[in-house]
């Protein structure tokens, strides 16, 4: 079978887990099964001989024949009979438990772990039971005592599990008696047709259970005749038919799908990468493969996946109201998360206006920004100036504002005009300068344009700090403050699009802190939902907003909305989102890890190929050229980039290029060790690619 692991739980102490625990071992076993056992915490030992012993963790080894060492079977051991939390004084190193629990999952065909108490016994201050089964990603097993009342204990258990994401295997229930009992007798079929779970069977009470004897005949014969072992296999095998249910998805995607800013020819002919489910850094796929997530799912994860208080803030949410229009109504999630964002953003911007994507929350900004000079009466402020090598979205407004020719070339009859002026893209400066001796003039395009067009110009719209989509170009320091001050000068708006660049990305809440520049309007997406569910704003300055207040007769209302614009769920996780930030202080730790990525990137100068290394926060993009002298660039047919891509995808590492530019922008609490990886796999990926 393939190697895994079961979560051995009850839904209470001393309900029998360590005796179905050892029944399972001695199954396996006797099919020939190399089992691990472990019991990661154990409390009420007795001491003896200067030593603390676990009868539970004897019995376990004993059942299991394991030859591992006790100190990675139990590695914490108390003799109060208290919960961990309490026996420990919050001094469990969860890593610790983990690390020893992935050796012990290497060394054997099967590891069963076994927990303490139920689901909701505290390990640490905020950390139970349930979160260690969800850190481990493995199924449970839940053991039930018999008895009267246990219907209520073992349906709260098996909903603690459902609300925590737990995959549940099944219920084996302890002290079976189906002779004098009547509860006894009923109480399995009820409770598994009530939860929906797999009744797996059960263990009557065993009197001739030793340790020293090693007298497990009782308890083997018993679960050999009542524990239905093959159908726990089955539920544990279901991974092993992954390969034909991976091939079947295929199939349909292949059939039904078109996926964006994909070349459909080249994904018909290779195997996709089906994604099934994540936790924490890590997306692992149908296939049950897992892959450390580089770009935070295109740049939407900021807290990794699964995030307990997220998933608990939707699941909170759902029970209230899934969706109700934002249209002439308001909704509780929506009002409090305005408010969080205008505490957050830059002095100054006082209003919300929610949309779903980043696309759409530019798209209002456009078209607020053209609306407030029509407004104002000044009828020939009619045009936006935008960058080269900007990139807005996807939507007809948005692309107008564009400046990849890639992206956006084929569809110029459908857009309006627009001025687009030089980006600061030191590595390409189109003057070929160096900063900081330039002086910025890379800033010339822009002051010329406005010095000939400003009363033509509604808009000047930017990407602040950073283009992403252009190729991670960072901005010299200094560039984002003199754009403020043109636009000032000349009479325009500054639009920040932050929706890439907003959320920690940069080291700071937004990308426009770090000039200390407040913008007439900021578009925000991506990681405001922390990549559960789709949810942009726009906000802007309180003039802006009361240029479209008057009399219904006037029709000054701002035409623009989406079914389902401000949608309850999404703002219930961004609220909880924002709430991380502060409580975690995500910003402050965030520091660490950004100077640990600079540090690693420093080895990757000495790559002949790597022309250059732009780094902005946890945002990277390494450019590949295939002369470092010339910055001659790689040919379009050498997709030099995407090779590089798909060759850390084979050391378990999800990337996604910008052309030649390699793009690293991990969410903001993953760990030093996961940052080490990446770094370590993409320089081997580029070596290797490149020669």
């Known amino acids: 079978m393939r190697r895994k692991a079961l979560f051995i739980t009850g839904t209470d102490t001393g309900v029998g887990k360590t005796v179905v625990s050892c029944a399972l071992a001695l199954l396996f076993r006797e099919r020939g099964i190399d089992v691990g056992v472990m019991k990661p915490i154990a409390t009420g030992v007795v001491k003896s001989k200067n030593r603390l012993i676990s009868f539970d963790t004897e019995f376990l080894i004993k059942a299991s024949q394991t030859k591992d060492e006790k100190g990675l079977i139990t590695l914490y051991r108390s003799q109060l009979p208290l919960s961990a939390y309490d ?73 603690q599990a459902e609300y925590f994401g737990i995959e549940i295997l099944g219920v084996i229930f302890n002290n079976l008696d189906t002779k004098k009992d009547l509860s006894k007798k009923t109480n399995p079929e009820t409770i598994c047709k009530l939860a929906n779970v797999d009744n797996l069977g059960s263990i009557a009470f065993i009197k001739n259970l030793s340790v ?24 544990l095998n279901k991974e092993d038919s992954s390969v034909l249910e991976a091939k079947a998805l295929e199939n349909l995607d292949k059939r039904y799908i078109w996926h964006p800013f994909t070349q459909m020819k080249d994904w018909l002919s290779q195997q996709p990468l089906i994604i099934k489910q994540a936790r924490g850094s890590y997306l692992q796929d149908v296939k049950g493969r897992w892959f450390l997530d580089g770009v935070s799912s295109l740049w939407v994860n900021i807290h990794g996946h699964r995030k307990k208080e997220l998933d608990l803030a939707l699941k909170e949410q759902v029970d209230k109201v899934a969706h109700s ?79 990849i020719d890639l992206f956006h070339k084929i569809f110029r009859p459908l857009l309006f005009s627009s001025f687009k002026v030089e980006a600061p893209y030191c590595y390409r400066c189109p003057k070929e300068k160096v900063y900081p001796a330039c002086r910025l003039q890379c800033l010339d395009s822009l002051k010329d344009t406005l010095e000939r067009y400003h009363k033509q110009v509604c808009a000047l719209i930017v990407e602040p700090i950073v283009q992403c989509a252009g190729g991670i170009i960072v901005w010299p320091q200094g560039i984002l403050r003199q ?72 029709k000054k209302t701002f035409f623009h909305g989406h079914s389902y614009t401000a949608n309850p769920l ?55 050229v295939k002369d470092k002298t010339t910055k001659q660039e790689f040919s379009w047919e050498d997709k030099i980039g995407i090779r590089v891509c798909e060759y850390v995808r084979t050391k378990g590492l999800i990337l996604r290029p910008l052309g030649n530019v390699i793009v690293l922008m991990p969410p903001l609490s993953i760990e030093l060790r996961d940052l080490k990886k990446i770094t370590d796999i993409t320089y081997d990926a580029i070596e290797h690619v490149t020669g």
Request: charged share 25%.
């Open 87 to 159: 026996a420990f004084k919050n001094k469990i190193s969860i890593s610790r438990i983990i690390k020893s629990f992935k050796e012990l999952e290497n060394r054997h065909d099967l590891l069963l772990v076994e927990g303490i108490g139920g689901l909701f016994v505290p390990i640490r201050r905020d950390y139970f039971v349930a979160d260690l089964v969800r850190d481990l990603a493995i199924p449970i097993v839940v053991v039930s005592r018999n008895s009267l009342g246990t219907i209520n204990h073992t349906l709260l258990t098996l909903k």
């Open 212 to 235: 020293e004897r090693q007298e497990f005949g009782d308890l083997l014969r018993q679960a050999n005749k009542y524990i239905r072992l093959e159908l726990i296999i089955k539920k």
């Open 325 to 403: 229009t934002f249209l002439g109504l308001s909704h509780v999630p929506a009002i409090k998360l305005a408010k969080q964002l205008i505490d957050i953003a830059p002095k100054g911007l006082t209003k919300v206006f929610f949309s779903d994507d980043g696309s759409t929350s530019v798209e209002i900004a456009l078209k607020m920004a053209f609306a407030y000079w029509q407004y104002r009466n000044y009828q020939e402020k009619t045009k936006f100036i935008y960058l080269n090598y900007s990139y807005h979205g996807d939507t007809i407004g948005s692309v107008s504002v564009g400046g």
């Open 483 to 554: 754009m403020r001050q043109l636009c000032d000068r000349y009479g325009i708006l500054l639009i920040a699009d932050e929706v890439a660049v907003g959320f920690g990305r940069t080291g700071k809440m937004f990308a426009c802190e770090h000039e200390d520049v407040t913008p007439d309007i900021i578009c925000l997406s991506k990681g405001l939902s922390a990549g559960y569910l789709p949810l942009a704003a726009t906000l802007t300055k309180e003039d802006i907003y009361r240029q479209f207040l008057g009399n219904y007769s006037e």
């Open 570 to 624: 999404a703002c219930a996780v961004a609220r909880e989102s924002l709430e991380i930030f502060r409580k975690e202080d995500v910003l402050k730790r965030v520091k660490q890890k950004i100077e640990f990525l600079e540090n690693q990137l420093k080895r990757f100068k000495e790559l002949s190929c790597v022309g250059d290394i732009r780094q902005k926060g946890l945002i990277v993009g390494i450019e590949l």
